[in-house]
Every structure is written in C-alpha cells, then in structure tokens.
C-alpha cells in the first residue's frame, strides 16, 4: 500500500474516532469543551442545539423607538443587533438567533428559554449608565439612600423618611437649597463589570474604569467625600450610595440586587449601551410543535431510510457498495459533529436540508461506480479504472454540487434579509452537507477504493465479479 493512502486512512479513520465521540451521549469533560472553543470563554455542553419548532422557547420582535417616529440608520440596528446578541450569548441562552427584520426591527428567539421576564428585560433594556452628582449628604435619620426609584420628570427618593416625595430640580428637599442635578459621567468611563458577592452576602457589581478616565474620577470623587453619587441606568436610579473613599480604578455598585439581576446589569454595562432605543412590539411564548415524541420518530424514520439504503448499495455494487456504506457512515456522523462544533441550531426545516444532503452524498458515490464499472468493461485494470473514474465523475459531481451551493446561498441571503429563519435554517444544513459530501466522495470512498484493490491494482478482473452487475 502507497504511502500516501496510508496517511489518508490515518486521517479518515482519526476524523470517525472525534467524530463519533463527539456526537455519542458520553459526558465531555470541562477541558474537552474548552479545548473545543478555547475561542469562547463560555464552555458549551457539546450537544446539538434545537431550534424553536424542536424545543420551544421565546421568540420577541423589537422595534425602533426613536423620538418622533425617526428612522434609525441601518448601521445602528446592526450594531443594536450585535449588542443584544452578546447580552443574551452572556446570559447563557442557549444559541439565541437574533436577526434584523425590515429596516427597524430585531427579531430575537431564545430557544429552551426559561426565565421569560428576565430575557425580556435584558433584551430590551437600553443601556444608558450615567453617575449622577447627587451632591446631597447623608439624611439626618441615618437612613441609606440605595433602593431602587424611578425618575418621573424628577428624581424621587427611595425608602427613607422623603419616600415618594419628588425632589424639585431646583430646589433640594432636604436641604432646602437651591441645586441642579447633572450627570458627572456615562457609561463610556467602564471599562469592565462584574457580578459579585460582598462581606455581607448581598450581591452588587464591581467595575473598573477606562484609565484615560481614572484622572477624572479620581479628581470628582475626592471633592465629593461623604455625598452621594447617584448610579442611573436607562432613567432609573439603581442606588445613590454615598462616596466614601477616593476612587480612582473602579468601584463597586450596591442595591436591592438578586444574583440574576447583578448579573443582567453586568452584561448590559459590559457590552454597552443600544444605539437606538428599543421598544417590545410582540411577545410568544413558542412550544414545542414536535415535541419529544415526534423528534423520536423521525430519527428512527431516518435511520430507517439509510439502512434501506446501504443494503441497496451492497446488493447493486458489491464491494464498492460496501466502502460506500462506511462512507455514508462517516458523513452522517461527521455531519452531526459539524453541527455541534459550529454550532447549528436544528430546525425542522434544517433536518429536512441535512436529509437532502445524504442524497448528495449517495449521487457521488453512484456517479464514481457507475464510471469505475464503464472504465472496467472497456478493458482497463482496476487501478486506472478507479483512478480515471474519479477524474471523469468529478466535473458532473462538481457541477450539480455547485448548483445546490448557489441555491442555498440564495436562500441564506433571503432568509437573513426577511426574517426568515426557517429558511436560512434549511440553506445552512444543506450547504454544510454538499460539502462535506463532496469531501466524502472525492476523498474517503477514492481513498477506501485504492487501499482495497492495492493488491489487484494491475488485474483486468471480471466486472461481476467486483460490481455484481454487467
């Protein structure tokens, strides 16, 4: 056996072993998943990923609402789109697919989502940090000033004695002197933030500021020692906890937090504010259509139609048809591998585009033996015989492969640019599938066929004999 086919078999056989373990339910250790997608600091399962219509989940379609009915620019939706895919991605929503739909809307679907409202919270907050002087000291009471309140026109004070009392814009309640809210600074001095625990078990956010903004703080902060410094986000007041040290590299920012919602005020402030504001036009909570039972049904229908189809190949081609039923082994698998290391997320459409694609695998195959049984018949030995099958199959196989490709290109372009997820679902499986079937064809069964007739290359053998047909 040629060297270079041993290297080939090598390689083939290397790429089932990952394969198989990839897509078999054996637990992947931690270290497996992040050598997987060292890329990613977000460990996935190493599972394959269901769609809406598979596993059910949450699907939002957002609106521009910008002042006066303005239309945004096609560059700050993409950019709001990328930036609510990063929240959700941090959230740990398992695959989000967030798309553009029309020129001013998102369409979000968050498949097995569990926490509805706050998915709903984080998608359409918009991010807007400022640190508020609030200029005022500590009330009297010794009360804290650090649950959360709305700003209605003006700012209102939390749970302490002045509690619902708005505070005029002019004039401070407490002190009854004349002041002016202004913001100090926005969101743009983090440089990070992340969720955390104090020495009192409540859970807060700690941030870093950028350093050409350290100066800055630093200079504000020791001129406003024992007052308060209001954090707003988005026109709602977290907390005014008051300045008790200098501070320079960061800080931290306290409230009436939970572990979820620290954590949700942390994505939003790491990836920034939306560039336009947001606005919920429709909500579903979208089951299962499937569900378990149905998706159980079809894998036993398709594994059904393969065995169905490499008995065929072994009664109509013999020998070949067997290499090429451990090819078609090898492309499912690898298939399915594929999925998951990208990953794609199953639809039902995308099944329907994975099941197409066998069909490609297999015309290959047919293609490259019925050539092999024309070049045997026509008196070559069977290493010309395979060697001028796969050149003289290659252009018809290349052809029809590229035809599917611009198809399925098409329909991706549609897909992304109308909404259509279901399509472009369908466009990425099938796409995947041509070529890696291409892959399969030219490279796996071509280098099978070599290894197992190395040993007869130069013999002019009876055709039945090899294909079991004349």
Known sequence: MRQSTTIRLIIIAFMTVIAVYLVSPLPKPE??????????????????????????GLQVLLASDL???????PDQMETARR???????????????????????????????????????????TGQLEFVDGGFNPPPDGSVISTSYRVYGGLIYPNTVQAGKPIDPA????TGTARIWRTAFTGEILASAEPAIDNFGRSIVNFTIRPQ???????????????????????????????????????????????????????VLSYGSLPVPL??????????????DS??????????????????????????????????IFFTVSSLALFILL?????????????????????????VFERFKEELRSGRTIRASVETAFQRAWPSIRDSNLSVLITCFILFVFGSTFGASAVRGFAITLSLGVLLSLFSAMFVTRTLMRAVFYDRAESVPDVSLVLGVR
């Open 279 to 292: 606005k919920i036009e429709t909500t579903r909570d979208i089951g299962a259509t499937l569900g378990a």
């Open 343 to 367: 990953p794609v997320v199953l639809t039902l459409p995308g099944i329907a585009g994975f099941v197409l694609s066998v069909a490609s695998a297999v015309d290959a195959n047919v293609l």
């Open 67 to 73: 002042p006066g009915g303005a239309a945004p620019t």
């Open 171 to 174: 004039r401070d309640a407490l």
């Open 31 to 56: 270290f497996v998943r992040n050598l997987v997608f060292w890329q990613d600091p977000r460990s996935r399962d190493l599972q394959i990923k269901q769609g809406l219509d598979l596993k059910g």
């Open 213 to 267: 903004f350290q100066s800055d703080f630093r200079q504000f902060t020791s001129g406003k020692l024992n007052q308060a410094l209001c954090i707003v986000l988005d026109g709602t007041i977290l907390s005014c906890p008051f300045i008790r040290a200098v501070l320079d590299t960061g800080g931290q920012i306290s409230g009436n937090f939970t572990p979820e919602s620290a954590r949700n005020l942390a994505l």
């Open 83 to 125: 930036i609510i895919e990063d929240r959700v991605s941090g959230l740990g929503v398992a695959e989000p697919i967030i798309q553009l739909q029309g020129e001013d809307r998102i369409l979000v679907e968050l498949p097995g989502v569990t926490d509805r409202n706050l998915a709903i919270d984080l998608i359409k907050q």
């Open 295 to 328: 998706v159980q049904k079809s894998i036993v229908a398709s594994a059904i139609a393969l065995g169905a189809l490499m008995l065929f190949l072994l009664l109509y081609y013999r020998l070949p048809g067997l290499l090429a039923c451990f090819t078609m």
